[in-house]
């Protein structure tokens, strides 16, 4: 089992910026690949990010790939969001996950593709 707890969000301004944070615990991190999602109300959840396990590639959605900087510290068992010019439609709650990774591989881009989870950081973004 994996343990996930993300930290970092919070209220912030539009142009703002936020970086969410994710302690893991429990295997090896850097056995693991990483991503980032998103839930706002009423809507389904959103792929944002993923890392490969040596974190030595990335994949970032279309959406956010211009602002949002995925990025992990195998030493420090953490993966970080780097979220900058934020918008008001970036209001959500924000979810980090993790997956065995045998292949340091960025094609983990569905919810499905991730058996663990995070509880969740809300980001709230003011205009």
């Known amino acids: 089992q994996v343990q996930l707890v993300e930290s970092g969000g919070g209220l912030v301004q539009a142009g703002g910026s936020l970086r969410l944070s994710c302690a893991a615990s429990?295997?090896?991190?850097?056995?693991?690949?990483m991503g980032w999602f998103r839930q706002a109300p009423g809507k389904e959840r959103e792929f944002l990010a993923t890392?490969?396990?040596?974190?030595?590639?990335?994949y970032h959605a279309d959406s956010v790939k211009d602002r949002f900087t995925i990025s992990r510290d195998n030493a420090k068992n953490a993966v970080y969001l780097q979220m900058n010019s934020l918008k008001p439609e970036d209001t959500a709650d924000y979810y980090c996950?993790?997956?065995?990774?045998?292949?340091?591989?960025?094609?983990?881009?569905?919810?499905?593709?991730?058996?663990?989870w995070g509880q969740g950081t809300q980001v709230t973004v003011s205009s």
């Open positions: 429990g295997r090896t991190f850097s056995d693991y690949a």
């Open positions: 996950a993790a997956v065995r990774d045998f292949f340091s591989s960025t094609n983990y881009r569905k919810q499905y593709d991730y058996p663990y």
């Open positions: 890392i490969a396990k040596n974190g030595g590639s990335t």
